[in-house]
């Protein structure tokens, strides 16, 4: 074999060898809670669009994914649906603080069957949530980890409505597992996210939780540790006014002043 030959084979090896990882090198995976599923798929395709740059998204409980990280599931950005969990894997230093941005705020709201006969509940102190919901059940997520989970029970405690209403309770494994037992007239009532009643018609808002029942609803994102080096351009993509006009659609409130 000549030495160009030689050359030449090595460089073909070469090649084989670099294009996998340059081709996943091009893919940003996203752990990001439930609530953000239609609203960060239509920002993950404008992101594509522009830049080539693809997306592996896991959508799932911000204490679900918070501990997947942990345990060292492969991901370059963090969304969570509370402070909390985020506060949680920086403790672990799985995530990049200095990349933190509080982006969003949200609220939680009462939700029942489309079709059902319960309308305009007004959300205050005393309000009985037990008593509506008669012999069915209470949908939301799971109130000792799920965000929307904490954020009921701390409005129902505050409301005064909490130890009626708990056993009642049907928790579910995230925002958009509840969601979908209320569409399904499975759970005659269900606490969500306002966010989540735009994406599905089979609910409607019967009641909305007022601000001060619970705390401060607020969506951080951050990129991990491990990110590649693409994460930094989409963090700032995830600031611009493009993506506050697609989260805004959806409902989510933009907490930050966007970037251009």
């Given at each position: 074999m000549s030495r160009l030959s030689i050359v030449f084979s090595a460089l073909v090896v070469l090649l084989v060898a670099v294009s996998p990882a340059a081709a996943e090198d091009k893919t940003i995976t996203v752990f990001a809670a439930a609530s953000m599923k239609n609203a960060l798929d239509e920002i993950?395709?404008?992101?594509t669009a522009r830049t080539g740059v693809k997306f592996s998204v896991s959508y799932a409980a911000s204490s679900v994914l918070a501990k997947q990280i942990e345990q060292g599931a492969p991901a370059d950005v963090f969304v969570s649906a509370d402070t909390d969990w985020m506060d949680y894997a920086i403790s672990k230093k799985t995530i990049n603080e200095p990349s933190r941005v509080?982006?969003?705020?949200?609220?939680?709201?009462?939700?029942?069957?489309?079709?059902?006969?319960i309308d305009n509940v007004t959300i205050a102190q005393g309000f009985d949530l037990a008593k509506l919901a008669g012999d069915g059940r209470i949908a939301t997520g799971d109130v000792k980890s799920v965000p929307v989970g904490k954020y009921a029970k701390a409005a129902l405690e505050k409301l005064g409505a909490w130890q009626a209403a708990e056993p009642k309770f049907a928790m579910a494994e995230s925002v958009r597992a509840a969601l979908t037992l209320v569409a399904r007239g499975e759970a005659p009532l269900g606490i969500v996210y306002s966010t989540d009643v735009k994406v599905e018609p089979g609910v409607?808002?019967?009641g909305t939780f007022p601000a001060e029942s619970h705390p401060a609803i607020i969506y951080p994102v951050a990129a991990t540790v491990t990110a590649k080096g693409e994460t930094g351009d989409y963090l700032a993509f995830l600031r611009s006014s493009a993506a506050k006009t697609i989260l805004e659609k959806y409902g989510f409130k933009f907490l930050i002043s966007p970037t251009t």
């Open positions: 993950d395709a404008a992101y509080n982006l969003l705020g949200n609220s939680i709201v009462l939700i029942a069957p489309k079709d059902s006969a409607k808002i019967i």
